[in-house]
T-cell receptor
Framework: QKEVEQDPGPLSVPEGAIVSLNCTYS??????FMWYRQYSRKGPELLMY????GNKEDGRFTAQVDKSSKYISLFIRDSQPSDSATYLC??????????????FGQGTRLTINP | KAGVTQTPRYLIKTRGQQVTLSCSPI?????VSWYQQTPGQGLQFLFE???????NKGNFPGRFSGRQFSNSRSEMNVSTLELGDSALYLC????????????FGPGTRLTVT
């Protein structure tokens, strides 16, 4: 079982729609959850990170974590064509001897149609 | 503040050759991580360096190696290149202990022919 599962899409919605992007994870010990946006031929850009269950809002973006279900979501309100990109979820995982690493989902390719 | 920079941006090599990629982290960031991104496998962790020491390594063969210098700049090396090594190689930096706030460079696109 993969540590982080994400539907790769593609997902296509009309401009102005609310977009919901989701990931599930396997280890209940994971504590930090991140969302990145990656435009074509660019590196991933950190959108936001959350630590605990609940919601975190930043402008049109809301990250939601449900630790009981091991489910994380990113909502985009009033979606714009400039939001068209691949969205990656990531979790911070502990490895041996206190080291840590980020584990990424496969990424969801999103297109916002004008 | 300048972002993470990576050089070169594009590289074409032939099988059997070796390659060295360079990364300069954000000023003040001493943790540098490397990732390989391919359409099939997604973004996979290669290794992390902090204070010139490799702290963590992903599941990649020994042909993949790296190092970090005293100014936190990092290099990664791939020896005996294989066709499957064609990928976008990404470097990311963060403050120590803050992997949840990691910032990526634009990547080096490596093509192996």
């Amino acid at each position: 079982q993969k540590e982080v599962e994400q539907d790769p899409g593609p997902l296509s919605v009309p401009e102005g729609a609310i977009v919901s992007l989701n990931c599930t994870y396997s280890n209940s010990a994971f504590q930090y959850f991140m969302w990145y946006r990656q435009y074509s031929r660019k590196g991933p850009e950190l959108l936001m990170y959350t630590y605990s269950s609940g919601n975190k809002e930043d402008g049109r973006f809301t990250a939601q974590v449900d630790k009981s279900s091991k489910y994380i979501s990113l909502f985009i309100r009033d979606s714009q064509p400039s939001d068209s990109a691949t969205y990656l979820c990531a979790i911070k995982a502990a490895v041996d001897q206190g080291a840590q690493k980020l584990v990424f989902g496969q990424g969801t390719r999103l297109t916002i149609n004008p | 503040k300048a972002g993470v920079t990576q050089t070169p941006r594009y590289l074409i090599k032939t099988r059997g050759q070796q390659v060295t990629l360079s990364c300069s982290p954000i000023s003040g960031h001493r943790s540098v991580s490397w990732y390989q991104q391919t359409p099939g496998q997604g973004l996979q962790f290669l290794f992390e360096y902090f204070s010139e020491t490799q702290r963590n390594k992903g599941n990649f063969p020994g042909r993949f190696s790296g190092r970090q210098f005293s100014n936190s700049r990092s290099e990664m090396n791939v020896s005996t290149l294989e066709l499957g090594d064609s990928a976008l190689y990404l470097c990311a930096s963060s403050l120590e202990g803050q992997l949840y706030e990691q910032y990526f460079g634009p990547g080096t696109r490596l093509t192996v022919t």
